[in-house]
């Protein structure tokens, strides 16, 4: 049998990996240091963790914690959303206040109220897409970007289908009103770094 053939019969194979098994070889690999690795459909992402990404996500996640509990507030933690093979390790994630774990310890995302996603160079076109997608149709209430290549945030809000309805950009020095939304609370952006 040739390359070609042992391909073709693996495209043809029944047998389609879970998402809980791609996660189970990769926790297998060595994998560098300072990497997170995230599936987004049916890929295989790592992204190098850099020091603005950090200070942006630390930046925001003491906020977040003047009003919710730690419990809350996760940060590059897997939950499974809608899609094709989609486990994500978002920057920040709020789950509601009577979230729990499923029968395989994960976070559901039907409990997740708040997500936010730092842009890297190379995770830009997941988060702006599929990424976005998959919240949308997991009806995450509300998806932030905070982009520092942009020097912006970008708020989205009432999710219909794979996308959502309402977009409001902010730029970094500015505050990011979530008061109206399921986050209940202002974000300051003045400290973000840029890019």
Known sequence: MTVLDDRIAMAESDDEITLDELFERIEKMPAPEGYKVEIVEGTVVMTPQRDTHWEIILDIVEQLRTKYPRKRVKSDVRVDYPGHLNGFASDVTVVAEEAARNARGLW?????????????????????????????????????????????????????????????????????????????????????PVD
């Open 108 to 192: 559901r995302h039907e409990d997740v109220e708040f997500v936010v996603e730092v842009i890297s160079r190379g995770t830009a076109a997941n988060d702006y897409g599929l990424k976005k997608a998959a919240y949308a149709q997991a009806e995450v209430p509300v998806y932030l970007i905070a982009d520092p290549y942009q020097r912006r945030c970008h708020v989205y809000t009432n999710p219909k289908g794979d996308d959502y309805a309402t977009e409001t950009k902010v730029g970094f020095g500015d505050e990011a009103d979530l008061t109206a939304t399921a986050v209940g609370l202002t974000l300051k952006t003045d400290e973000f």
